[in-house]
């Protein structure tokens, strides 16, 4: 696992991503190294920043969990949520609204070419702008996320496709915080127990059913349904979060994010916590299984050699 530095100067253009390159980004990141951009690709203005940046401050209700759902068919058609409407400012709503969808093309952009090997087949999933302060938040012990854990998402089973998130710390001066832990294949060999061990049979259907109740849905829908992989990733981010002796004992390597960088990584493999920061955006990915360039080493393959049966 290795921090591999992308100066901007390389980006700059009139030098596009050869196919070649493209391709060995991919590689970097799907054997667990985490890409990372001194200076970010992506541009702000001044004026974004300050309001971004401003939301704290200003006590409005625009700062709980800003989630934002692009909507690649149909961009009008993109969605704001987890702002309360009834006490922010609608005008402030809308330039918020306004900056995310901004963030979201301009992250798009970027990787069509410098990612060229899975744009025709990523889901754009949804972006998000956290406000908070890291250290010290108070969270139920799933949701906490200064403990060492892969994501995996409860409600959005992914069906195998891999989650790939881009980071921007956009805090004026701070850096943000991460430390990560030894990669997906030794972590779920040394650490997953048999009761977490992959389960090829069963669980799907009956998921699937459940899920759609718990959302007042009257039959399963197939989106919803979580495979025995889906299962798996969802067990082992709360297995991990809850195991003390992971957490105390095994290595941690810090990784210290300065202001006005970005980075990205495969955060269902790669072992992560944020320790401290304040003011970040990130843009979601899922990557599916036929675009990765180095499938044999996919958390889908590895799960499947130790359940010795298919999972999705
Ligand atoms: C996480 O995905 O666990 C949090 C990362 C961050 O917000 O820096
Ligand atoms: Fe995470």
Known sequence: MALVTIPLDQLREGQPTTAEQAHNWCA????GDILFFPQSP??????ELAFLRGQQQTGSSLHK????KPNPKNPEQDKLSG???KTADSAAVQRLHAIMRGYSQHVVHFLTDFLAPYHAQWRLDYASFRPLEEQNRDLPRRRRNDLLHTDAFPTRPTHGARILRFFNNIHPTRTRDWVVGDPFGLTVHRFAPAQI????????????KSLGRALGLGKAIPSLKRTPYDDFMMRFHNFLKENEPYQDQTPRYPWQFPAGSSWMVYTDTVPHAVLAGQYALEQTFLVEPQ?????EISPLRILEQIAGAPLI
């Open 291 to 295: 675009a990765l360039v180095q499938p």
């Open 83 to 85: 702002v309360d409407t």
């Open 65 to 68: 969990n800003i989630a934002y």
């Open 197 to 208: 061990a992959p389960h090829p049979a069963g669980a799907a259907s009956r998921t699937g």
């Open 28 to 31: 970097r990141l799907e054997s």
């Open 42 to 47: 992506i541009p702000f203005t001044p004026e």
